[in-house]
Structure formats: C-alpha cells, structure tokens
C-alpha cells in the first residue's frame, strides 16, 4: 500500500469513527462524491465496521462439545480395533465403517452449528451496509437540491393536503417531495428501494416526465421528514444550524403507518420492517448516516416516528417544531382524492 493510501485509509478511518471535524467532514463527503478510488476505499471500510458491529458470536447446541467428544471417543475405539484386526490378518482390504460415517456426521453438525448462523448474520450485515450506501447517496442528492434552492429541502407543497386517505379529504404522498430529487436529475430510481425491504421491487423504474411521484410502494422503501406543505425544511435554519447532526430527516421506512394505516400496535415496535425490526439507517441534517436499533435518536432523544406528545393519527398531524423529527409513511400515493 502506498503512503497515499495509507493517509487515506487513516483519514477514512477517523471519519468512520466520528473523530473528524465538521469541516474535514465536509472535506471528506465532497471528495466521496468526486473521487470513485477513494469512495471504494470508503465502501471497503464501512463494510468492515459494520462486520464488526453486526455480526454476532454464532450459538452453538450447549451440549455440542460434549457429543462432539463422544464421537471423537468412539472414532478412537473403531481404529483401535481395526488395528487389532489387521495385526491379526483379519482384515484384508481398507474398510469404511459406520464409525467413520459417525465422525464424518459429527463433523458436519459443527460445521452446519457453526456456518449457518455466521453466513446469515454476514448477509444481514451486506444488506445493512448496502442499505446505509443508498441512504448517504440520497443525502448527497438532497444536499445537491439545497444548494441550488437557498437551502431548502425537497418537499410537497400541497396546502391542506392529509398524508393519510381518509373520507372526503385530499391526500398527498409525502414521496412526491423525494421525487423531486428524481425528476430533476439529482438521484437515480435505485437508490429509493433498501435491499434488505421484503416488499421492495428489486429493479428499477422508467421515469418520465408527466410523473410527479413514485409509481408504486415498491419503489420507495425510505421515508422522509414531514414536507407537505409551504414551508420546507431549510438546512439553512438558525434553529437547525447547532443541532443539525442530531437532526433525523431520512430513515428505513417507518412500522406505523404500513399500508396507509395507523398502526397504533407497533407504537412499542423498536425499528423498521426493512431490517426484520433490527435497526434502520438514519440520514441527519448534516447528511452522515449511522445505524440506529431504536427510534428515539432525534435531537434529544426524540421518537422519528412520533409528533413529540402524539400517540393516535388521523393522517393530518405535522412537527410541533423545527426540530421535531417526524418521518411519514414511504409512500401514500394511489389515493389522490379521498375514499
């Protein structure tokens, strides 16, 4: 490795870590997105920390060791005895006996007790990683569209709209303000469906320019900040500028609101569908991700999926302040005007 990489790769490291600065990071997120060597090396890193983090000891049967020694014991007695026969001239030719097909059976419990758990947690942990990968690279687009619109985030400027359907009112898919990072060249489809999402669609769409949001549910697997209405969120915002990296904007979709429904069973529910209620990725104001097992990870310890004091939904609350983190369903759409 050259010194180069070396400095890279310890810079990477630091930044991983949370020990950097706000402007090295800064530095560092600028340079991700121009310099592909450098964001591989970056790939390469996060894969290995989240490794480390997700992948669990693997639990073996309690009593394994002592069957194992069992058959260790008796494979021992079958070649003591072969060997008394073929010192007596009783045996003539090699012979594969049951003991042997024991040692073999017992070999493969091990592997089986040992592998299969490891290879199904290392799985979890490439679709977690891959996960956090489309939530930076969202990030990076919606930091893109604030710097060319004064800071203001995407959204949904839908007045008196409801974000859930209900009897005789307008309903708005918050995912319209998302795909406004699509229609206007900031984000491909892709990056909208989080691998690990047992209902994503796995490929992406066509879109065209009459389309005004996701075309089905499949498709977007993320769901974002609270955008309905006239006044966007602003990463420009004094309010926001000392919290921004507790600010949660972006998350896996939210368990609440599943199938455009108050899901006031999963209020106790400790994270997203997407990962098996593991934990879910979660995109900050100052576009870091990091991988959270619970939902109070806003700024002090607010609940991303609740309005702070909210604990019943009719599909028309909004933020009680700037600094409410209130992510809404992934998608809503399919029923623009009310049942």
Same mark, same amino acid.
Request: with cysteine; proline share 6%; net charge positive.
């Given at each position: 490795m050259?010194?180069?990489?070396?400095?890279?790769?310890?810079l990477?490291?630091?930044?991983?870590?949370?020990?950097?600065?706000?402007?090295?990071?800064?530095?560092i997120?600028?340079?991700?997105?121009?310099?592909?060597?450098?964001?591989a090396?970056h790939?390469?890193?996060?894969?290995?920390?989240s490794a480390?983090?997700?992948?669990?000891?693997?639990?073996? $049967?309690?009593?394994?060791?002592?069957?194992?020694?069992?058959? %260790?014991?008796?494979?021992?007695?079958?070649?003591?005895?072969?060997?008394?026969? @073929?010192?007596?001239?009783?045996?003539s030719?090699?012979?594969?006996?049951?003991?042997?097909?024991? #040692?073999?059976?017992?070999?493969?419990?091990?592997?089986?007790c040992? +592998? %299969? $758990?490891?290879?199904r947690?290392?799985?979890?942990?490439?679709?977690?990683?891959e996960c956090?990968?489309?939530?930076?690279?969202?990030?990076?687009?919606?930091?893109?569209?604030?710097?060319?619109?004064?800071?203001m985030?995407?959204a949904? $400027?839908?007045?008196?709209a409801a974000?859930?359907?209900?009897?005789?009112?307008?309903?708005?898919?918050?995912?319209?303000?998302? +795909?406004?990072?699509?229609?206007?060249?900031?984000?491909?489809p892709v990056?909208?469906?989080?691998?690990?999402?047992?209902?994503?669609?796995g490929?992406? +769409?066509?879109?065209?320019?009459?389309?005004?949001? +996701?075309?089905a549910?499949k498709f977007?697997?993320?769901?974002? @900040?609270h955008a309905i209405?006239?006044?966007?969120?602003?990463n420009?915002s #004094?309010e926001?500028? !000392?919290?921004?990296?507790?600010?949660? %904007?972006l998350s896996?979709?939210?368990?609440?609101f599943?199938g455009?429904?108050?899901? $006031?069973?999963?209020?106790?529910q400790?994270?997203?569908?997407?990962?098996?209620?593991?934990?879910?990725?979660v995109?900050?104001? !100052?576009?870091?991700? @990091?991988?959270?097992?619970?939902?109070n990870?806003?700024?002090?310890? !607010?609940?991303?999926?609740l309005? @702070?004091g909210?604990?019943?939904?009719?599909?028309?609350?909004?933020p009680?302040?700037?600094?409410?983190?209130? %992510?809404?369903? #992934?998608w809503?759409?399919?029923?623009?005007e009310q049942?």
């Amino acid at each position: 490795m050259t010194e180069h990489a070396k400095r890279d790769q310890a810079l990477l490291t630091d930044y991983l870590l949370g020990r950097c600065d706000r402007a090295t990071g800064q530095a560092i997120d600028k340079r991700l997105a121009e310099d592909p060597d450098f964001r591989a090396l970056h790939n390469d890193l996060t894969n290995t920390f989240s490794a480390l983090r997700l992948v669990g000891q693997p639990q073996a $049967p309690p009593d394994l060791a002592d069957r194992t020694m069992a058959r %260790i014991h008796s494979a021992r007695r079958v070649d003591a005895t072969r060997a008394r026969r @073929q010192l007596s001239g009783a045996a003539s030719r090699p012979t594969f006996s049951l003991g042997d097909l024991g #040692a073999l059976a017992a070999a493969a419990v091990l592997i089986a007790c040992l +592998f %299969i $758990p490891w290879a199904r947690q290392a799985r979890r942990c490439a679709l977690a990683v891959e996960c956090a990968s489309n939530v930076g690279q969202i990030g990076q687009a919606m930091g893109n569209y604030a710097l060319a619109n004064n800071g203001m985030l995407p959204a949904e $400027p839908r007045l008196g709209a409801a974000w859930l359907a209900g009897r005789g009112r307008r309903v708005a898919s918050n995912s319209a303000g998302l +795909f406004r990072l699509i229609r206007q060249g900031y984000a491909p489809p892709v990056i909208f469906q989080c691998p690990a999402a047992p209902q994503a669609a796995g490929v992406a +769409f066509a879109a065209t320019s009459d389309m005004r949001d +996701f075309p089905a549910e499949k498709f977007i697997n993320y769901s974002y @900040q609270h955008a309905i209405g006239p006044r966007p969120l602003s990463n420009r915002s #004094a309010e926001l500028a !000392d919290v921004a990296e507790k600010m949660a %904007i972006l998350s896996d979709s939210t368990p609440l609101f599943n199938g455009g429904l108050f899901r $006031p069973e999963h209020l106790n529910q400790p994270s997203s569908d997407n990962h098996q209620q593991r934990g879910h990725s979660v995109l900050y104001l !100052d576009w870091h991700v @990091q991988w959270k097992r619970r939902p109070n990870v806003g700024v002090g310890g !607010d609940n991303i999926y609740l309005v @702070q004091g909210v604990v019943d939904y009719k599909g028309i609350e909004t933020p009680v302040s700037d600094t409410d983190s209130f %992510i809404l369903p #992934a998608w809503s759409g399919g029923a623009d005007e009310q049942n």
